[in-house]
């Protein structure tokens, strides 16, 4: 079974998602001379990154970021200077503030077309996953949406059918070139096989837009999964997501629930509220 973890408000929230994350790094770093963490976007998480860039608090000071790879989860199809890219908020109150080589930031390039970004960023994830012994990720880090999505993972995707090839569009993905090749530092050549997906451009109807998302085979690999929630507003889709009757067509982030105690829900009270049962912090 998942671990839970509930805290009073947003705050504590951030503060044990900042400690838990610091911890799986500092490991995985003396371990291995390396760790490799998938950040989310939305509102939740804003907290919890300032906080890890804060030089007043604990967390900034354990973590040697010449040794960590980032990757994202999901990407809206828009720059990565724009308000809603999830990679601009955490450059804005992260990565901006910490010493990462430009070359271990790969984020998805949400400023081309959807179906051409998440062919690039399969390459990247196919190239680590063919160099990489163990999981992709060190720490998977995850949202909930309020209809229970997480990544960019909607109610009844066709990845969730287990549609996880192309083509979702008919255009073409575009060639490798140089421009691309910091994606690839680090963690190796581009991949040109045909293999399960594990990140691609999808269309989501509900909101007429594309994204560009990891697929379920991606947001599993991971050592620890963390998830974060925080408001009464997410009560409902965490209450599906652990104890429901199962239907992950309905309630994506049941797919979690394969992934048993690598998965570590870290939520407040409010959002905690339909939880029936569940121990308080």
């Known amino acids: 079974m998942a671990r839970l973890t509930i805290v009073r408000d947003k705050v504590e929230m951030s503060e044990a998602a900042a400690e838990r994350i610091?911890?799986?790094v500092e490991s995985a770093i003396a371990t291995r001379g390396l760790a490799a963490v998938s950040l989310t976007g939305g509102d939740t998480p804003d907290l919890l990154y300032q906080l890890l860039a804060d030089?007043?608090?604990?967390w900034r000071g354990r973590i040697d970021w010449r040794h960590l790879h980032v990757f994202w989860g999901d990407e809206r199809e828009v720059p990565p200077d724009h308000p809603q890219s999830n990679f601009g908020?955490?450059?804005?109150l992260l990565i901006q503030h910490v010493a990462i080589p430009v070359t271990q930031i790969h984020r998805m390039r949400g400023e081309l077309p959807a179906s051409d970004a998440g062919r690039l960023y399969n390459a990247v994830l196919r190239a680590r996953r063919d160099q990489t012994v163990g999981p992709l990720f060190d720490v998977m880090l995850l949202g909930i949406g309020e209809n229970a999505h997480i990544a960019s993972i909607f109610p009844d995707s066709p990845l969730l059918a287990g549609r996880e090839g192309p083509p979702y569009?008919?255009?073409e993905a575009p060639p490798y070139t140089p421009e691309y090749q910091s994606?690839?530092?680090?963690?190796?050549?581009?991949f040109t096989g045909r293999q399960i997906e594990l990140a691609t451009g999808i269309h989501v109807p509900d909101l007429n837009q594309w994204r560009i998302t990891m697929t379920p085979s991606a947001l599993l690999d991971s050592d620890v999964i963390v998830m974060i929630a925080s408001g009464t507003s997410k009560a409902g889709a965490i209450a599906a997501a652990v104890e429901g009757s199962l239907d992950v067509a309905r309630y994506p982030a049941q797919l979690l629930l394969t992934a048993g105690e690598r998965v570590e829900?870290?939520?407040d009270s409010a959002a905690a509220a339909r939880l029936r049962g569940a121990p308080r912090a």
Do not use: E, N
């Open 265 to 267: 829900w870290i939520i």
């Open 89 to 92: 908020l955490a450059y804005r």
């Open 22 to 24: 610091t911890s799986v």
């Open 55 to 58: 030089q007043s608090r604990p």
């Open 183 to 190: 994606d690839l530092d680090g963690v190796g050549r581009p």
């Open 169 to 171: 569009t008919d255009r």
